[in-house]
């Protein structure tokens, strides 16, 4: 289990960082906490990675009235730790500190996780219910696509070959909204087998139900209740009765939660 | 005593080096010259080889089966009859039978390269339609090994008084049950590192081993060299547990290229070869009956059992070990006057099965303990009754059982109640009760014996390649009146380091610091067997005190010449020999035997003060250590989460030696069973691919999934060994499955469902009350 032969470069500056990116057969290198096992694996074997997770600009954080945003590498450790602008009750940090084990956190990325893309992984799904943003740069500009487009489907994103994912911008939850996050997991640090976020104010829901195996499911306002769900999970292949099953739980779990509980 | 004798639960000594992280283990060891190796193996389960062609310009760094000149395969045969045998090669050629079997190894500067060039070479395969279910096994016309009739290793056949079975009994309970593919995950892989020592004429090979001197004549075989040819070291092994008691194909090829390219070479496994190829065990299917009175008193039990035996026959214990003792210890420690059991040790495209902690007896006490509940909710009775009612009572003590199984001593019905007393029953059956929603309560309990030390006469019954005679030790005092015991078991986290200075210490009185184990290398121990089958402490214990005792003797005589007394006027003990007027220390004989031979009397006996001596106990057929485990858990009926609550446990090992150390045994154990109830499997697809090949696919309980177990202990002294002390070491990890899944089916049967298929998963026990629900 070691990777192929590749190349490691360590750019000075995002500006860098996508310029070496661009040709075919590079990746980017943030903590390694997926791309590393999927190197060792030689699952994937680039000829080329760019390492970011050293670069001051996206480690930074910053905090409107609006919104949180967090720099790309801001670690889930860092966020579990308290020490970053988070909403009522700690809701990153919680989380965060919910991610795989403290190893894995320490040097996992929040931007990592994103471009990662596993249906199964927590920002992949909170995100979503957050109705946040990802920060796309390139040598163009700078682009926002909500989190729920960025997502295209199991380890897919929309991320063109010539940017980098800088930042994730999170709206601040409505003052009254409830908010409800439940996962099915044995024990931790496994992979979720299902897994639901709701976030609701008043009239304006949002609830995603992930670990489908595919994109997570985005339903909104009156779609987003037990009904909404098992229609949209009766549409959606590949899932057996123990999966719909565990998912409408979990669905159930999280409205409850956020029935009870202020975001 | 100093309280560092036996019973005294004295501070592991190798933990200071363990715990600094200052111990040697495989991969710690380098080598002037050292290259490594990778393998390239099968991603088919079945196929016929066509063609390996090396990468070109690389050729020389590429080794396939064709290059290793003279090399043996391995073959492991059972005298039992009927049993076929399987030729294992070291790198296959004709054809693959099973994902991740070795074709060729690569040498290269390191790893990494040493995998690039793996990658670089091409195989050509004819595939063939794989074997991956041990039932489809025995009725397809496909053969895992071409010229045998069948797919079966060995089928065995017991039948005592099975006409009882014919009678219609007032409960009749008949249930299939599985345990699933297991992958033994100790935390060190294995390992090899190999050399060809020039002046010695020998090749050197430090290998991750329970069994140096058994490696070492499967090596001898293979390599065709003699054994004073081939040493094998055992380092700091990180966990065994049966993974590394086996010969392997890997130290075969290690040992020939250190001989032959006049480099060291080392192959330190990694986790992905570890599940994906080589750490099967464990997997069973029963199809059970049993007969019953109405007030539980067992009839009979009428059984079918089927263990996945995977492709090859492993060297030593071969391909049948776990089925045919099956067939030998279904009947627990329960009393029964009838018995009928078949077994099948069927092939099939998958690693070869191997011994893991508990051999068999994880699954047997599974199948049994669980038929046991099914007859209490048919009858109606109390669980804990039935067992009352049926285990072999204290005054039949020493019991010979229903297929001969020679219990030594106990108590088993009080282990039961003692077991049953730690847990505040009415309590749980109030929370049971109360419980109606979505997460039931369930009380799950099991009781089993454990065969361990069994020995020559067993053995050589099965007539597997290794059959142990008497375990030896030697026993040395040094210049400076130090003791070094030599030994050739291997120690992995057992604290035999610690537990064979004890007895030492117990016979000698030298002190701890002052008593070295030398263990794990066939050049500087007596030959032995190794570590397996929870023999250690009876076997090599019993060895130690016989040599000790014998160098007392040796003592005794020089001892009583320094106090001018006759040798019957002395005693040797507390690290000083005793005589009428004045007493002297040990370390003063050592010291004149070794430093001035000049104060030693004319007629001295010549052989100083190194003995070895060899032991056995009185009969060979092993001590039975005996356990009851209850537990309770709660079970998430909406998303199939098992919660265990309480978890108590009831243990008699006879004399304990160290009791700190047994309770480590019991934990570590305990964790594993767990790992077997709930957690751990390999899923194997239609094609023969594992479908794990991370720990993020293999499901291992780690510190969360793990409850404080509550340890009460007996102590009935066996009558065979030398202290009373009885095998321990696998008890923890038989346990669990049985109690555990009994817990669940508490819970559930309200629900009418009932788990009989290992591991209880989320995934089955929604699938059951699904199922239940339409």
Same mark, same amino acid.
């Given at each position: ?263 | ?600 009397? !004319?007629?001295? *006996? +010549?052989? $100083?003060? @190194?003995? /070895? ?5 009185? %009969?060979?057929?092993? =001590? ?121 089916? !508490?819970?559930? *049967? +309200?629900? $009418?469902? @009932?788990? /009989? ?5 989320? %995934?089955?026990?929604? =699938? ?7």
């Amino acid at each position: 289990m070691k990777p192929a032969p590749f190349e490691l470069v360590r750019p000075a500056s995002v500006a860098e960082a996508i310029a070496a990116v661009i040709p075919a057969g590079a990746r980017i290198l943030a903590g390694g906490q997926s791309l590393g096992p999927m190197l060792n694996l030689r699952v994937v074997q680039p000829r080329l990675l760019v390492q970011v997770n050293h670069l001051p600009e996206l480690a930074a954080s910053t905090e409107t009235i609006e919104a949180i945003t967090l720099g790309a590498c801001v670690t889930h450790a860092t966020i579990a730790a308290g020490r970053l602008p988070d909403f009522v009750g700690g809701l990153l940090a919680n989380i965060a500190g919910g991610i795989a084990y403290q190893a894995v956190r320490n040097r996992g990325t929040i931007g990592g996780s994103l471009s990662h893309a596993d249906p199964a992984a927590d920002w992949v799904t909170v995100l979503t219910a957050l109705g946040a943003q990802a920060v796309l740069q390139s040598a163009g500009g700078t682009r926002r696509v909500p989190v729920s487009d960025f997502i295209a489907g199991a380890f897919v994103t929309t991320l063109a070959p010539s940017e980098i994912l800088t930042a994730v911008c999170i709206p601040r939850p409505p003052a009254k909204a409830g908010w409800g996050y439940v996962k099915a997991c044995r024990k931790p640090g496994e992979f979720a087998h299902a897994m639901a976020a709701a976030l609701l104010d008043g009239p304006r829901r949002r609830l995603v139900i992930g670990a489908i195996g595919g994109k997570p499911l985005l339903l909104t306002d009156a779609q987003a209740g037990m009904d909404g769900a098992r229609a949209a999970l009766a549409a959606t292949p590949g899932l057996d009765k123990v999966a719909s099953h565990m998912l409408l739980v979990v669905v159930h779990r999280a409205l409850e939660q956020a029935a009870a509980c202020r975001a | 005593m100093d309280g560092h004798g036996i019973g005294q639960p004295v501070p592991r000594v190798e933990d200071d080096r363990l715990m600094r992280g200052r111990g040697e283990f495989i991969a710690d060891i380098r080598l002037a010259g050292m290259r490594d190796l990778a393998f390239v193996r099968s991603p088919l389960a079945h196929a016929r080889i066509r063609a390996v062609r090396k990468p070109a310009g690389a050729e020389g760094g590429v080794f396939v089966a064709g290059d290793l000149a003279g090399v043996q395969p391995i073959v492991a045969n059972s005298a039992l009859p009927g049993f076929k045998t399987s030729v294992q090669p070291i790198l296959a050629h004709d054809k693959v039978r099973y994902v991740g079997e070795p074709i060729a190894v690569c040498v290269a500067d390191n790893r990494a390269a040493a995998e690039d060039l793996a990658a670089a070479v091409e195989v050509d395969f004819e595939e063939l339609p794989p074997i991956v279910d041990m039932r489809a096994a025995l009725t397809t016309p496909i053969r895992v090994h071409e010229h045998w009739p069948d797919n079966v290793f060995l089928e065995t056949f017991v039948s005592i008084a099975a006409e009882r079975l014919a009678d219609p009994a007032p409960i009749v309970v008949r249930r299939r049950l599985r345990t699933a593919r297991q992958c033994m995950s100790p935390m060190e892989g294995r390992g090899v590192v190999a050399t060809w020592d020039r002046r010695m004429e020998q090749l050197l090979v430090y290998t991750s081993t329970q069994l140096p001197h058994i490696v070492r004549n499967g090596l001898a075989g293979c390599l065709g060299l003699d054994q004073a040819r081939i040493r094998v070291v055992a380092p700091d092994v990180g966990g065994g547990f049966g993974y590394k008691g086996i010969l392997l194909a890997e130290e075969v090829c290690a040992g020939y290229l250190a001989r032959h390219l006049g480099h060291p070479v080392r192959w330190i496994e990694d986790r992905r070869e570890q599940l994906v190829g080589n750490a099967n065990c464990r997997e069973h299917d029963y199809d059970v009956t049993v007969h019953a009175e109405a007030d539980g008193t067992l009839i009979g039990i009428d059984a079918e059992a089927v263990v996945d035996a995977g492709a090859y026959s492993a060297y030593p214990f071969s391909a049948c070990l776990e089925a045919a003792q099956v067939a030998s210890i279904l009947p627990g420690p329960y009393v029964m006057p009838a018995y009928r059991c078949r077994t099948f040790s069927a092939a099939t495209n998958k690693p070869p099965i191997l011994p893991y902690r508990g051999v068999a007896r994880a699954g047997v006490c599974f199948a049994l303990e669980v038929m046991l509940d099914a007859v209490a909710r048919q009858g109606g009775l109390d669980p804990v009754e039935v067992r009352l009612r049926n285990l072999v009572p204290a005054e039949a003590m020493p019991f010979d059982n229903i297929t001969g199984k020679h219990f030594d001593s106990g108590d088993y019905p009080a282990c039961l109640r003692r077991a049953v007393a730690a847990i505040d029953v009415p309590a749980v059956r109030r929370r049971q009760v109360e419980a109606t929603g979505v997460h039931r309560i369930g009380l799950g309990f099991s009781v089993f014996c454990e065969q361990a030390a069994h020995g020559t006469s067993v053995y050589a019954g099965w007539g597997i390649p290794m059959v142990p005679g008497f375990e030896q030790a030697v026993a040395r005092m040094t210049p400076d009146g130090g003791l070094e015991l030599r030994v050739g078991i291997q120690s992995h986290g057992q604290g035999l380091e610690t537990t064979l200075a004890q007895v030492a210490h117990e016979i000698l009185g030298v002190p701890l610091a002052a008593i070295r184990v030398v263990h794990g290398d066939t050049a500087m121990t007596p030959y032995s067997t190794g570590t397996w089958g929870s023999r250690c402490m009876v076997m090599a214990g019993g060895a130690v005190a016989a040599a000790c005792t014998e160098l007392a003797e040796r003592i005794a005589a020089i001892g009583a010449h320094l106090l001018q007394a006759a040798v019957d006027q002395v005693q040797v003990g507390r690290g000083i020999v005793v005589g009428p007027h004045g007493e002297v220390p040990i370390a003063d004989v050592a010291r004149t035997w070794y430093l001035r031979p000049q104060d030693l009397p !004319d007629g001295v *006996a +010549p052989g $100083g003060l @190194e003995v /070895t001596a060899g032991y056995k106990p009185t %009969r060979d057929s092993g =001590t039975f250590s005996y356990a009851a485990h209850a537990v309770v858990v709660e079970v998430d009926t909406e998303l199939g989460d098992v919660r265990i609550l309480d978890y108590a446990i009831c243990e008699d090992g006879g004399r304990l030696i160290n009791p700190m150390i047994v309770d480590g045994q019991v934990v570590g154990g305990v964790a594993q069973g767990i790992g077997t109830a709930l957690y751990e499997e390999m899923p194997y697809d239609a094609f023969g691919q594992p479908g794990a090949a991370t720990l993020a696919d293999y499901s291992l309980p780690g510190a969360t999934e793990v409850p404080i177990v509550r340890i009460d202990h007996m102590e009935t002294l066996s009558p065979l060994s030398f202290f009373g002390q009885k095998g321990i070491g696998e008890g923890g990890a038989i346990g669990p499955p049985a109690a555990i899944a009994n817990a669940v089916n !508490d819970a559930l *049967a +309200p629900l $009418g469902v @009932e788990l /009989t298929e290992l591991p209880i998963t989320p %995934r089955r026990i929604l =699938t059951a009350l699904l199922a239940r629900q339409s």
